[in-house]
């Protein structure tokens, strides 16, 4: 018991060296884009995941944020680099299993913008890969895992001015995960579609 909680706590620790690691390279990101006068945006704003396949776990819908760093780098296209958290409660074979975090850490997307020509609606499609993982929950039963996975979607901005929009997405993401329990690996997935909305500054 004592060296299962050893490896969930390190497990955990690399998790944060990683996300921190992420914010550090977006600041330094936002940095660099104010130096070049490119088209960058920084956003945030909620998310909403349903889980249309059951899985192991069994995760019920959840919310939370995340947070990206955009750089358009011609009028029809961009790369997009987030950082997603939800709170998920376990359901079906996984109930009572509650407080599951479901990271993106990070997720990258390449965006296509529909429309050639400038207007305040600018919508657009996506492809992207990401590294996810999903937290023990309120069960100590070997929840963790971490893995890839792949997404697709479809989304539009707004601009209210030229420096503010504002946003809202739709992604299906087909995810692989690895779990260590028990000494040996076991694999597991997860197919999330999530609801995203934004606010974010251009410059």
């Not at 296209?77 to 990070?106: K, M, R």
């Not at 792949?150 to 995810?175: K, N, P």
């Not at 579609?193 to 500054?201: C, E, I, P, Q, T």
């Amino acid at each position: 018991m004592i060296q299962y909680c050893n490896r969930g706590t390190k497990k955990m620790k690399r998790l944060i060296t990683l996300a921190a690691i992420i914010a550090s390279t977006l600041v330094c990101f936002e940095a660099a884009a104010e130096n070049a006068g490119g088209n960058f945006s920084v956003g945030i704003g909620p998310v909403g995941n349903i889980f249309v396949v059951e899985s192991n776990p069994e995760l019920s819908p959840g919310i939370g944020g995340y947070v990206y760093f955009d750089y358009r780098w011609s009028p029809q296209f961009s790369t997009q680099f987030g950082v997603l958290v939800t709170t998920e409660d376990g359901q079906g074979i996984s109930s009572g299993d509650d407080g599951i975090e479901f990271l993106g850490i990070p997720t990258f997307d390449l965006k296509f913008y529909i429309l050639s020509n400038p207007s305040r609606w600018d919508p657009y499609g996506l492809i992207g890969l990401g590294v996810y993982a999903v937290s023990e929950g309120s069960n100590k039963n070997g929840t963790f895992a971490i893995g890839v996975g792949a997404d697709i979607g479809l989304g539009t901005d707004f601009y209210i001015s030229e420096r503010f929009s504002v946003g809202l997405a739709a992604i299906f993401r087909s995810i692989g995960l690895i779990d260590s329990t028990g000494g040996s690996n076991n694999g597991t997935a997860l197919f999330p579609f999530s609801m995203m909305g934004n606010v974010a500054y251009h410059f």
